[in-house]
C-alpha cells in the first residue's frame, strides 16, 4: 500500500470509530463490496472457493472487522456461517496484500467512501 493510501485508510477507519459515529451494517458492507467486485450477495456468503468469490469475501470481513463492533464468531455468522478462524485469517491475508499489493491497497481505499455514502444513505432515508 503506498504511504498515501495508508494514511487515507487509517483517516477513514479512525473517522468510522469515533465515539457516536455511526457505523455501518455488516449487510450494507456485504452489498457494497459485491457491487464494487461485480458479484451477487449470497456469492460473497456462499462456500464457493474461488478466487473471485474468495477475494471479496475476505475483503468484505475485513472491513467488517474494521468498521464495526461485531465479534468474531458473529462476522464470521454473518459470511455462512464460517468460523471466526476463517475471519482472522480473512483480515491478516487483506492486511498483508494491501501492503504487497497496489491493486488491493486502491480496493481498500475505494470501498470506504462507498460504505461511508451507504451509512449515510441510511441515515438520511431514516430523518425522512
Not at 441515515?123 to 430523518?127: K, M, R, S
Given at each position: 500500500m503506498t504511504p498515501l493510501a495508508e494514511e487515507f485508510l487509517s483517516e477513514v477507519i479512525a473517522a468510522d470509530a469515533a465515539v457516536g459515529a455511526p457505523r455501518p451494517r455488516i449487510a450494507e458492507i456485504q452489498a457494497?463490496?459485491?457491487a464494487y467486485y461485480e458479484i451477487t450477495v449470497l456469492d460473497l456468503i456462499?462456500?464457493?472457493r474461488a478466487v473471485t468469490f474468495?477475494?471479496?469475501r475476505q475483503v468484505a470481513m475485513y472491513l467488517a472487522k474494521?468498521?464495526?463492533v461485531h465479534s468474531l464468531p458473529?462476522?464470521?455468522q454473518l459470511f455462512g456461517n464460517r468460523d471466526?478462524?476463517?475471519v482472522i485469517h480473512a483480515v491478516r491475508r487483506i492486511e498483508a496484500l494491501a501492503l504487497a499489493d497496489a491493486d488491493m491497497a486502491h480496493d481498500l481505499v475505494a470501498l470506504a467512501p462507498l460504505v461511508?455514502?451507504?451509512v449515510e444513505l441510511r441515515?438520511?432515508?431514516?430523518?425522512h
Open positions: 457494497v463490496v459485491a456462499s462456500e464457493r474468495a477475494r471479496p474494521r468498521l464495526t458473529r462476522i464470521g471466526h478462524s476463517t461511508a455514502a451507504t441515515l438520511a432515508e431514516a430523518v
